[in-house]
């Protein structure tokens, strides 16, 4: 079975532009979540969706927004790219939300903001 | 607050040596508990996860972890390591009722000498 697919896999923007990335979850999986992966950092938590509802948000500024299509597939955008938004974005994918949860992660869209 | 620490940044060990990556975390309420391996390249995997249960938990390629309620810990641990090992290691953890919103530790450098 295909795991989860994430693209671009890479992307270079300059500063005050927008970007989209893309993930497709495991087939099966009804929620996904994003993440921000900063270099020597662990993954931080952005948004999750399920069932194409918002299901929680972290600590991140309203320049992030995401949504999720009918076939659970999920887009996140961030708006007026900043130097520091420069990371690796990992969507993650799951069954279900919530009690006993287990995400299986992408490979990740490499962003880099000059 | 929420937080997962992992105290070991980098650790170098030789092959057959046994590992022990250390990782605490502070929640409130019940939690669910992961180990995330990232090998050089690739994405990051799930090592294994405990929810409830046996607080010793078995997962792939030989590794098993001990929930330890008392000192709120989740340590990592392999008899004999070896080469194919190398790679960052992440401890995570999870509300039992929210889990969406996985928090990461900073992760912990596998290095092994052949």
């Known amino acids: 079975d295909a795991g989860v697919t994430q693209s671009p896999t890479h992307l270079i923007k300059t500063r005050g532009q927008q970007v989209t990335l893309r993930c497709s979850p495991i087939?099966?999986?009804?929620?996904v979540s994003w993440y921000q992966q900063v270099l020597g950092q662990g993954p931080q938590f952005i948004f999750q969706?399920?069932?194409?509802?918002?299901?929680g948000r972290g600590n991140f500024p309203d320049r992030f927004s995401a949504r999720q299509f009918p076939n659970y597939s999920s887009e996140l955008n961030v708006n007026a790219l900043l130097l520091g938004d420069s990371a690796l974005y990992l969507c993650?994918?799951?069954?279900?939300?919530?009690?006993?949860?287990?995400?299986?992660f992408g490979p990740g869209t490499r962003l880099l903001v000059l | 607050a929420q937080s997962v620490s992992q105290h070991n940044h980098h650790v170098i060990l030789s092959e057959a040596a046994s590992l022990e990556l250390g990782c605490n975390y502070s929640?409130?309420?019940?939690?669910?508990l992961f180990w995330y391996v990232q090998y050089p390249g690739q994405h990051l995997q799930l090592l294994l996860k405990?929810?409830?249960?046996?607080?010793l938990v078995k997962g792939i390629k030989g590794f098993e972890a001990e929930f330890i309620k008392s000192k709120f810990s989740f340590n990592l641990r392999k008899p004999s390591v070896q080469w194919s090992d190398t790679a960052e290691y992440f401890c995570?953890?999870?509300?039992?009722?929210?889990?969406?919103?996985?928090?990461f530790g900073s992760g912990t450098r596998l290095s092994i000498r052949p």
């Open positions: 405990y929810f409830s249960g046996d607080p």
């Open positions: 993650a994918s799951s069954l279900k939300s919530g009690e006993q949860e287990t995400q299986y």
């Open positions: 995570a953890a999870a509300g039992y009722s929210s889990a969406s919103k996985i928090i």
């Open positions: 929640y409130g309420g019940t939690v669910n």
């Open positions: 969706y399920y069932e194409k509802e918002e299901r």
């Open positions: 087939s099966g999986h009804k929620s």
